[in-house]
C-alpha cells in the first residue's frame, strides 16, 4: 500500500482525466513537466509545472485521496529546486480552498499572494518568488 513518485507522460496525463486536454489548458501543456503518484498500480494524483503565454511558470496538483504529506513535501522542495538552480523567477498558483490548510502549506513553501497579477480565471494567485 505504498505511494510510489515517478515522472508523467502525456499519456498518464490523458489516463489521468481521462480525455485530451481541453482547448483552453492546450496553451498551457506545450511545456511541462510533472509527477505521478500510484498506489497499488493505480494513478491517485499528479503535480505539473507548465508554462503560460507570458513565460510565467505554474505549479498544479490534484488528488484522488489523501497522500502522505512528507511525500508531497519533498516532492514539491525538489522541483522547486530544480527550478531555482535552473534560473526561473519563480512559480505561480492557485490555492485550493477546499483543502484543508492549504494556505499554510502554501506559506511554508515560500508562496505568498500575489494580487497584481490577475488572471482571466479571477482567482487570486500566489507566486514563489525566487529572485527574493
Same mark, same amino acid.
Given at each position: 500500500?505504498?505511494?510510489?513518485?515517478?515522472?508523467?507522460?502525456?499519456?498518464?496525463?490523458?489516463?489521468?482525466?481521462?480525455?485530451?486536454?481541453?482547448? /483552453?489548458?492546450?496553451?498551457?501543456? &506545450? *511545456?511541462?513537466?510533472?509527477?505521478?503518484? !500510484? $498506489?497499488?498500480?493505480?494513478?491517485? +494524483?499528479?503535480?505539473?509545472?507548465?508554462?503560460?503565454?507570458?513565460?510565467?511558470?505554474?505549479?498544479?496538483?490534484?488528488?484522488?485521496?489523501?497522500?502522505?504529506?512528507?511525500?508531497?513535501?519533498?516532492?514539491?522542495?525538489?522541483?522547486?529546486?530544480?527550478?531555482?538552480?535552473?534560473?526561473? /523567477?519563480?512559480?505561480?498558483?492557485? &490555492? *485550493?480552498?477546499?483543502?484543508?490548510?492549504? !494556505? $499554510?502549506?502554501?506559506?511554508?513553501? +515560500?508562496?505568498?499572494?500575489?494580487?497584481?497579477?490577475?488572471?482571466?480565471?479571477?482567482?487570486?494567485?500566489?507566486?514563489?518568488?525566487?529572485?527574493?
Amino acid at each position: 500500500m505504498d505511494h510510489y513518485l515517478r515522472q508523467a507522460s502525456k499519456a498518464d496525463l490523458v489516463a489521468y482525466i481521462g480525455h485530451e486536454p481541453s482547448a /483552453d489548458w492546450r496553451p498551457y501543456l &506545450r *511545456d511541462w513537466a510533472g509527477y505521478i503518484v !500510484e $498506489r497499488d498500480g493505480k494513478m491517485v +494524483g499528479v503535480g505539473c509545472i507548465s508554462e503560460d503565454d507570458q513565460g510565467r511558470l505554474w505549479a498544479w496538483v490534484h488528488t484522488r485521496e489523501a497522500l502522505p504529506a512528507m511525500l508531497v513535501h519533498r516532492g514539491v522542495v525538489k522541483v522547486m529546486g530544480h527550478l531555482r538552480r535552473a534560473g526561473f /523567477d519563480g512559480v505561480h498558483c492557485y &490555492r *485550493d480552498e477546499g483543502i484543508a490548510d492549504s !494556505e $499554510r502549506w502554501l506559506r511554508r513553501l +515560500g508562496f505568498r499572494p500575489a494580487p497584481k497579477i490577475t488572471t482571466a480565471r479571477g482567482k487570486m494567485v500566489w507566486k514563489c518568488d525566487f529572485l527574493n
